[in-house]
């Protein structure tokens, strides 16, 4: 798997302890399909069995199994102040 990390990304990852969670989050609606989203958590996952581990530049990735090895994730720092979080991207 390939990881495109920005620098702010980097570095705000870093001050919350170097450990991130990528994982699919589905919502599941009566009238209308599915959606699946990836969603990005500061930390180690509880049930490590489900995740694979990457170590990038310092940091530890947990991206859930779910998650095709063979992508590329964009993970960029987005919002201000308390409201900082990563966004992620599979291309």
């Known amino acids: 798997m390939k990881f495109e990390i920005d620098e702010d990304a980097k570095q705000w990852i870093q001050s919350k302890g170097g450990q991130l969670m990528v994982k699919i989050v589905g919502v599941n609606a009566c009238c209308a399909p599915g959606v699946q989203e990836l969603l990005t ?14 170590r990038v530049g ?3 990735i947990y991206v859930q199994r779910h998650i095709t090895r063979k992508e590329k994730l964009i993970l960029k720092l987005s919002g201000f102040g308390f409201f900082k979080a990563i966004s992620v991207k599979i291309v």
């Open 41 to 54: 958590l500061v930390g180690k996952p509880k049930d490590i069995g489900n995740y694979y581990e990457f």
């Open 58 to 60: 310092g940091l530890l």
